[in-house]
């Protein structure tokens, strides 16, 4: 250790101009293009998004790419396996499977689109109100809320279904949206509620005054960017879940309108040549709406990842 | 504790009341009127039962007492379109299909979920744990009418011993168990792999570590008796479930149960059955809800203890 | 000569996403029986790194021991396996942590928790047991114990919650007590009253204390020894006398002069010390203190200073020790 050459202006004091505070090395990245950051790590979620995006596009296209459209009966060409003519096959009435499950796809994303937007507004409606009301009609709204989410939901479901479709040809979308969002919405609505109590307890923890912290921008850079997060997820939760639920009616007959085509309904139809081997028909729309939900499910729990802020990488 | 218990019970039989005023005002809604005499054909004597029953010629106010009053006597209502069996019995022939159905499904559920989830965290990012999650994200995103079918086809066709469908022994519940079993399953499993991380995280098991005892009983004792605690509270939600679900799986797989009689019956617009079952149903569901309320308040005593007013 | 416990360059890694991260960086200390010996530091200097090896109470991936020995008794417990030290802790060694709201388990009645040590490490029937946690409780000055072992965690105070903490560390007797800065999370009233009970533990049982805190006002009352930790390393020893009245490296003065005291003008400002420690990911070369030192040479930066010892039980690692030093501060050419 005695053997270091000392010299004496080693031990001169360093000087310093200031005290820099430790320069943090880690560039400060905007919290948006961070989450999308971390999401764009998660190569599940990834593959989820990927999915949908393409799904989202057949949807629009695979209608039009076939040639044939989805309500043509060629009963000639019925129960035709998947071959270079009909991609996906044929079904009962020969018609073409490939247009008819790309159409499904674009009524069932519809559908579980539909209702969860309608699901956001009533719930952003509902929760907001109960927000900005006073204590007394704040209790008594989320008491009813309470009441109406402990409602199980494919009871009102089937029931609403039941009594506004026509027996043998089935419901309309307007009708299978309405009675899926009939009691969806409570989570949102208390989600949105929990924002806007917060908003109160700026104002008066806030001296407004002296921090000239009006309403709109606590709205704006606070309540809105905080609440966007879970909103999403939610979001990512209630699509699947009305597809869902779709899927569930269709089975029980109370599908979408004939000869409209959703998931729901081409997988009961296809149930129904089951035991004669055609499994392709109940197979196809099967395998559709296991990717749409995986996808949702990844992505939210992706999205879920990438907003927790305990998980920073 | 009772304070907690009441509430819940009040709650549950508002909503029950709620459910059955809704059917009562939907069923009345039908566009056509099925209850009207004139728009349906309905056999004298069946007609005769309704009347009395329900009396259907009387104003509305007053049929909504009498269906209540029916339902306060557990009268469920009967048949529109057949005079053999009245609702309640036709419960209590297929009820216990559909239950003991559900009952395996929520066994192997509850079993095996919750284990796959110990494992997958235990194991994080190991192997164990991606095996777990891949079987975890298939079964809630694979719904079970996809696997019913899927097991027929791939199982049940290719072995002798598992029927295609129907009921009666053992070897006819296995297929439906377990296509309703796996998406409650994968759910569990999910929720016990995040739960079991975070309470790994907590101090209170290094406490339990640094006494000394050993890993299995910290892993029993300690964690998973926390980690196990958000699964009862969505007990009652997996039985809602279940209950859809078997309204399909039935279907599917031919099982005699209430299910499928349910299934029919809205198929058939037999609309004073639907209005009978579904008011049974509101009855299960929310009974199971008011039950593991309950059992969670009894496994935690944090809940149970601070609303005794601490 | 038999010290309890004796440390020899311990270094304890992490490994992690992005590199390792050394937390202990090469200590070396002992304990003996029934003294009572203070790590003090600020938070992430590496102490609860070193405290938890002692028990080898770490995640094992991601850390790992680097170097080093850790002797108690005479063994390493660096080369035990985990079921060995289930032997050891919470009989020959116990440990008591920071938060006593969340270091006991919600859901288990605290005699049972009790219960489950004792068990584990003496041959005793149930009912002998359960009557044992009784008087551990006694012991910590529970009021009502036969009462209390039947009630959860959260009917606790959090002063009463240490307690039973202490209790349940005690159960066995063991030689050596690990407190992980046990008053940080209490109200200052009740911290004064957890360290008397530590002391009178103490005198009752001789135990002895590794105390781990980032607040020298705590240290004064009950410790023997003092032990400074900055960045991994050990920056000054020495008992609570020389250290308190004689401290001799810079890091130490400083958090002295942090301590407020009562006789100090209103007008002074609190003195923190500025800045933040070096990250443990890429360790510096040299001091690790250079970068906030005020009397910081050049020397510093590059090379880690030597082990001084100024009497035989008072040592400090720093330039200032060396002559050429405090050559140069006298001002002139010598």
């Known amino acids: 250790m005695s053997d270091m050459a000392y010299t004496k202006d080693m031990f001169e004091k360093v000087k310093r101009e200031s005290y820099h505070a430790d320069e943090i090395n880690r560039p400060t990245i905007k919290y948006w293009a961070d989450v999308w950051r971390r999401l764009k790590m998660n190569k599940l979620a990834m593959t989820g998004l990927a999915i949908l995006i393409i799904m989202g596009i057949m949807s629009i296209i695979g209608p039009h790419l076939s040639g044939f459209n989805y309500y043509e009966q060629d009963l000639f060409q019925k129960n035709i396996r998947p071959n270079s003519t009909y991609w996906f096959g044929t079904d009962e009435l020969g018609r073409d499977l490939f247009s008819r499950a790309w159409l499904g796809t674009r009524y069932s994303l519809l559908i579980g689109i539909a209702a969860a937007f309608i699901d956001f507004g009533m719930g952003v409606l509902y929760g907001g109100i109960a927000g900005i009301a006073s204590r007394k009609v704040d209790a008594v709204m989320m008491r009813i809320a309470e009441i109406i989410y402990s409602i199980p939901y494919m009871l009102v479901v089937i029931l609403i279904s039941v009594v506004f479709s026509t027996a043998g040809s089935g419901t309309s979308m307007f009708v299978l949206v309405f009675a899926m969002t009939i009691t969806g919405w409570v989570p949102m609505a208390n989600l949105v509620r929990g924002q806007v109590l917060q908003l109160k307890e700026y104002e008066y923890s806030l001296a407004s005054e002296s921090l000239g912290a009006s309403k709109s921008w606590i709205l704006r850079k606070h309540i809105i960017p905080n609440s966007f997060g879970p909103i999403l997820v939610n979001l990512t939760l209630t699509i699947p879940r009305a597809i869902f639920a779709e899927a569930t009616l269709s089975f029980m007959g109370l599908g979408l309108q004939l000869p409209k085509p959703s998931l729901g309904t081409l997988a009961n139809d296809g149930l129904a040549v089951m035991p004669i081997g055609l499994f392709y028909q109940i197979m196809i729309p099967s395998i559709l709406i296991s990717l749409i939900m995986f996808s949702f499910n990844v992505l939210g729990d992706g999205l879920r990842d990438a907003l927790d802020p305990r998980l920073r990488k | 504790m009772a304070k907690y218990i009441l509430k819940r019970l009040v709650l549950g039989i508002i909503t029950i009341w709620a459910v059955i005023t809704i059917t009562f005002v939907l069923m009345h809604s039908v566009p056509g009127n099925p209850f009207a005499t004139e728009s349906r054909k309905i056999p004298e004597n069946i007609l005769e039962n309704l009347k009395k029953k329900y009396g259907l010629d009387k104003p509305k106010s007053e049929q909504y007492i009498m269906y209540l009053e029916n339902i306060a006597r557990f009268d469920f209502g009967e048949s529109m379109k057949s005079s053999s069996e009245t609702v309640n019995q036709i419960i209590a022939r297929r009820f216990p299909v559909s239950a003991r159905l559900g009952v395996q499904a929520i066994l192997i559920a509850l079993i095996f979920g919750p284990a796959l989830g110990a494992i997958a965290a235990l194991y994080q990012n190991k192997g164990p744990d991606y095996i777990a999650m891949i079987i975890s994200i298939i079964g809630v995103s694979v719904p079970s009418f996809v696997l019913g079918s899927f097991l027929i086809q791939f199982v049940a066709a290719k072995v002798d011993w598992i029927p295609i469908g129907g009921w009666g022994e053992f070897r006819h519940t296995l297929l439906p168990s377990f296509a309703l079993a796996l998406m409650p399953l994968a759910q569990f499993s999910r929720l016990m792999r995040s739960s079991m991380l975070e309470v790994l995280g907590q101090d209170y ?3 339990a570590k640094s006494k000394g005892i050993s890993r299995f009983a910290v892993i029993m004792k300690h964690a998973v008796r926390n980690a196990i605690l958000p699964i009862v509270s969505i007990l009652g939600t997996t039985v809602s479930d279940l209950v859809v679900g078997s309204f399909v799986i039935e279907k599917i797989f031919g099982i005699p149960g209430l299910g499928q009689y349910f299934t029919i019956s809205v198929f058939n617009r037999d609309y004073t059955l639907i209005m009978g079952v579904t008011v049974f149903y509101a009855f299960i569901l929310i009974l199971a809800m008011l039950l593991v309320d309950i059992a969670y308040m009894l496994i935690d005593p944090r809940i149970r203890l601070t609303k005794e007013g601490h | 000569m038999g010290k309890l416990l004796e440390v020899k360059d311990l270094a304890v890694s992490f490994q992690t996403y992005f590199g390792e991260v050394e937390a202990v960086r090469g200590v070396s200390f002992h304990v003996d029986r029934g003294e009572t010996v ?173 105390l781990i805190t980032h607040d020298l006002g705590v240290v004064a009352d009950i410790s023997d020894r003092v032990i400074v930790m900055y960045a991994g390393k050990f920056m000054e020893e020495g008992t609570t006398d020389e250290i308190f009245k004689n401290p001799k490296h810079p890091y130490t003065r400083k958090l002295l002069g942090s301590v407020p005291r009562l006789d100090m003008d209103r007008s002074e400002s609190l003195h923190s010390i500025e800045g933040t420690p070096p990250d443990l990911y890429r360790p510096p070369k040299g001091c690790p203190f250079f970068d906030r030192c005020d009397e910081a040479m050049i020397i510093c930066k590059d090379y880690m200073p030597e082990k001084e010892y100024h009497t035989d039980s008072h040592y400090s690692y720093c330039w200032l020790n060396h002559p050429m030093a405090k050559a140069a501060s006298e001002g002139s050419e010598i």
């Open chain 3, 38 to 210: 203070a790590l003090v530091g600020e938070s992430g200097c590496g102490k609860s790194v070193t405290a938890n090896s002692i028990m080898q109470l770490l995640p094992m991936p991601p850390a790992f021991y680097k170097n080093g020995q850790i002797l108690f008794e005479g063994e390493d417990i660096v080369k035990k396996s985990d079921k060995e030290m289930q032997k050891i802790r919470g009989n020959k060694i116990s440990m008591i942590f920071q938060d006593p709201m969340t270091s006991l388990n919600p859901t288990m009645k605290i005699g049972k928790q009790i219960v489950e040590g004792i068990l584990k490490h003496q041959k005793l029937s149930k009912d002998e047991a359960k009557k044992k946690a009784i008087e551990m409780l006694e012991l910590v000055s529970v009021p009502q114990p036969e009462k209390r072992i039947n009630q959860y965690p959260h009917e606790f105070s959090g002063g009463m919650r240490q307690r039973v903490m202490i209790a349940l560390a005690m159960v066995s007797n063991p030689e050596l007590l690990i407190a992980d800065e046990p008053t940080t999370a209490l109200d200052v009233t009740v911290q004064a009253q957890i360290l008397d009970l530590m002391k009178q533990i103490q005198d009752k049982l001789g135990t002895a204390i590794i």
């Open chain 2, 205 to 207: 098991i290094k406490t």
